[in-house]
């Protein structure tokens, strides 16, 4: 798997095909500053490197590599409930041919929803490797993938209807 190499400042441009839900910024940074002393990273960034892993090169502007290892919780939680999913699918695409849920759309939805779900149990779970103890005295927690819930609170869904060709 190909690991992402990122720039302290220099977040955005390699998840910017993800649709964002805002800005993240951690609740206490390593280095003592404020936070509003930093740039924060978009939530798409933070779910990309997440989900791949990452370098950060001088990272907190100290002039040191930081490692952020692949912890998948998107990849995983659809992977390791394949088989449901694929019945799902089918039942739903049933339902739709015989009327029983009216429309695509609706039948999409709902195979969204539980998508969504599938991805929050994962990082409820916490997915590994663990944290480091630096990771743990900072954030107070050696969950992880949480540390202000906000990556997991923005998972969403949206159904985009375009013409038929």
């Known amino acids: 798997m190909k690991r992402f190499e990122v720039h302290a400042g220099e977040t955005h441009g390699f998840a910017g095909y993800l649709r964002s839900s805002g ?4 609740k206490n940074q ?10 924060p990273i978009r939530i798409a960034a ?17 002039g040191i590599n930081v490692t952020i290892p692949e912890r998948s919780y998107i990849r995983s939680a659809i992977d390791g409930n394949r088989q449901e999913l ?3 699918t089918k039942k739903l ?5 015989v009327g029983k849920i009216k429309s695509r759309a609706q039948a999409i939805g709902l195979l969204c929803e539980k ?3 599938l991805i929050r149990s994962k990082i409820d779970e916490g997915v590994p490797p663990p944290n480091k ?10 969950h992880t993938l949480i540390d202000t819930g906000q990556l997991r609170n923005s998972l969403d ?5 375009g013409k038929e060709k």
Not at 157 to 161: G, L, M, N, V
């Open 86 to 88: 694929e019945k799902m």
């Open 157 to 161: 869904w949206e159904i985009r209807e």
């Open 93 to 97: 695409a049933n339902a739709v041919l």
């Open 23 to 26: 800005d993240y910024q951690p």
């Open 46 to 62: 933070l779910a990309a490197v997440h989900e791949f892993g990452a370098t950060i090169k001088n990272a907190f502007g100290r």
């Open 30 to 39: 390593p280095n003592g500053k404020s936070n509003s002393e930093h740039k």
């Open 133 to 142: 103890p630096s990771t743990i005295a900072r954030k107070g927690s050696s």
């Open 115 to 117: 998508v969504t779900t």
